[in-house]
């Protein structure tokens, strides 16, 4: 009995799976997209039975180039032009590329070359087909939406009961506001009875008329998870309440039709709370502000005063003739001075840019301005031939290992060597068990064949 290593058995499955499929082209349906900083875009492609997991790096995706719209295929080399393909959850999409097993997780997944869109899926479409039924009734206007109260006093809040997003929503809200009570109306956020039962929690909510607002939150998941809030009823429930209704569902990435009807829509229940209060210390420094403000109204209206007493005495003493012939006279002498002065500013500034753009133009054009521009062409020059050298030596490198991979595959060196192909009427013959006495067989050797009989 042989024991295996996880990771000797590991690279075994690896070796025959990669070997088995260099390259191969899977239909099926995007769900759980996800796009990390780093660039790649991990999905999942499922059907009615499976799901198969897939990564799609960087560097193997469509390259924009700058002149307008176009982008470079990785797969083919060729430059496209249009609109570039957008994947998303729900689509329908063909992709081409390798299998592939992670040996750090166990698992294998496609390394996806190529990503086509083939359609949307039936979540999808029938997303799409529920959004353009409530477009057309007017959900989505904005006229029609109301403008939630900040700092609500009263929230009624439409959720599970167990879930986290609720403890996300009252951590936030404890922290924030000037302090609210606010009242939960339970409800499943998941499965066939879910849409019934957060309609019925809304309408319950808008006909206490307890809450100043409502609020309608969930944590994230698939399309399918947060399927029972793109549904009609739902969709119905938040059009006719009464109370303004803040939908805080799924991730910043998930957009539902509920967040579409809903008055204000927050990224996440977090965001939901962030929305309705404002941060404790914001309250504080703007108490502060208000106060200092008015501290300082009452000091500015007190100066106004001073100033318009101060400025009534004065002019008094203004209207006599005298005064005011020796204040035309001190008009008249600062005038000149500055008169003067400008005349002064003007020729220095002139005489300031003059020596500037001397300075410029043999800057650029002296010696010594020629002189770097010798020796930066000359540093790119060899730059350049190194470059080229460096180049040709990798692809002779790279020749001489294929011509020595090649010999090794050639099926006839082993003949060379010494070594005979036999065949009988049966083909090759691999075992004693596969001719009999007096069976004729052909026997190849290096420089040719012979024939020969099998004696007993």
Not at 77 to 82: A, D, I, M, W
Not at 123 to 148: H, Q, T
């Amino acid at each position: 009995m042989h024991i295996f290593s996880v990771r000797t058995l590991t690279q075994a499955v690896k070796d025959v799976l990669e070997g088995e499929f260099p390259f191969v082209w899977v239909r099926g349906q995007v769900s759980n997209l996800s796009r990390p900083p780093s660039g790649h875009v991990y999905f999942s492609l499922k059907d009615d039975d499976a799901t198969l997991s897939v990564v799609w790096f960087k560097g193997a995706q469509p390259k924009g180039v700058a002149d307008g719209g176009e982008r470079v295929n990785p797969v083919t080399g060729e430059v496209e032009s249009g609109e570039p393909f957008q994947l998303g959850d729900g689509q329908e999409v063909l992709v081409a590329g390798r299998m592939n097993v992670y040996p750090p997780r166990g698992a294998y997944q496609l390394v996806a070359e190529l990503v086509q869109g083939q359609g949307l899926g039936e979540l999808a479409v029938a997303f799409e087909a529920m959004k353009a039924k409530l477009a057309a009734k007017g959900y989505f206007d904005p006229d029609r939406k109301m403008s939630p109260p900040r700092n609500p006093r009263r929230v009624a809040v439409v959720t599970a009961p167990q879930g986290a997003a609720l403890q996300d929503f009252l951590r936030i809200a404890g922290e924030r506001g000037y302090g609210a009570t606010i009242r939960v109306y339970p409800s499943l956020v998941q499965g066939e009875s879910a849409s019934a039962q957060i309609s019925a929690a809304l309408d319950r909510a808008d006909r206490d008329g307890w809450a100043e607002v409502i609020v309608l939150i969930r944590g994230g998941g698939s399309l399918e998870d947060l399927w029972a809030f793109n549904t009609e009823p739902v969709a119905e429930a938040i059009f006719r309440s009464r109370l303004p209704v803040v939908c805080g569902v799924g991730h910043e990435v998930d957009t539902t039709i509920a967040d579409m009807v809903a008055d204000q829509r927050a990224a996440t229940p977090s965001h939901a709370a962030q929305l309705l209060w404002t941060e404790r210390g914001v309250l504080r420094q703007q108490a502060d502000e208000i106060f200092l403000a008015l501290t300082r109204g009452m000091g500015r209206l007190l100066d106004v005063r001073e100033r318009n007493l101060q400025q009534q005495t004065q002019g008094l003493n203004w209207h006599s003739p005298a005064r005011r012939i020796e204040r035309w006279g001190f008009e008249l002498e600062r005038l000149q001075d500055r008169l003067r002065q400008a005349a002064r500013t003007q020729l220095e500034s002139r005489a300031t840019t003059l020596a500037r753009l001397e300075d410029r133009l043999h800057r650029s054009f002296g010696p010594a301005a020629m002189l770097s521009l010798r020796s930066d062409l000359d540093r790119a020059d060899a730059a350049l031939e190194q470059a080229g050298a460096r180049f040709v030596r990798i692809r002779l490198e790279a020749l001489r290992g294929f011509e020595g991979r090649l010999a090794a595959l050639d099926p006839a060196a082993p003949l060379a060597r010494g070594y005979a192909l036999v065949r009988g009427s049966g083909g090759f013959v691999r075992s004693r068990e596969d001719v009999r006495a007096g069976d004729q067989i052909r026997v190849q050797v290096a420089d040719g064949e012979f024939s020969a009989e099998v004696l007993p």
